[in-house]
Nanobody, 123 residues
Framework: QVQLVESGGGLVQPGGSLRLSCAAS????????MKWIRQSPGKDLEWVAG????????HYADSVKDRFTISRDNVKNAVYLQMNSLKPQDTAMYFC????????????????RGQGTQVTVSS
């Protein structure tokens, strides 16, 4: 069955960095785009970033553009989110999500999602 396991979250000061990782298994990883989405308490799911199945196309929400970088390793079946210049408003549970399509990089729709990793940005 599809499994997505996130790691790398934690507490960081404003302006700091974190790198999230997602280990994927149970499906043909190279056939699907992958996304990172997040949810803050009391708010809806928010799409953060997406990467196509081959790793050449990346897209970002305006709120994270130029600060976050999504990447994937199709040998290790892993997807990453490098987060720099973190702000308190980035505080959320971050989820790795499997798209329904090879190029479906946007939006919160997903055929599978991990349990999430908490990111807290606070001084």
């Amino acid at each position: 069955q599809v499994q997505l396991v996130e790691s790398g979250g934690g507490l960081v000061q404003p302006g700091g960095s974190l790198r999230l990782s997602c280990a994927a298994s149970g499906f043909p990883f190279t056939s699907f785009a992958m996304k990172w989405i997040r949810q803050s308490p009391g708010k809806d799911l928010e799409w953060v970033a997406g990467i196509d199945s081959v790793g050449t196309g990346t897209h970002y929400a305006d709120s994270v553009k130029d600060r976050f970088t999504i990447s994937r390793d199709n040998v290790k079946n892993a997807v990453y989110l490098q987060m720099n210049s973190l702000k308190p408003q980035d505080t959320a549970m971050y989820f790795c999500a499997k798209s329904n399509y090879p190029n479906g990089v946007g939006g919160t729709a997903a055929s599978a999602r991990g349990q999430g990793t908490q990111v807290t940005v606070s001084s």
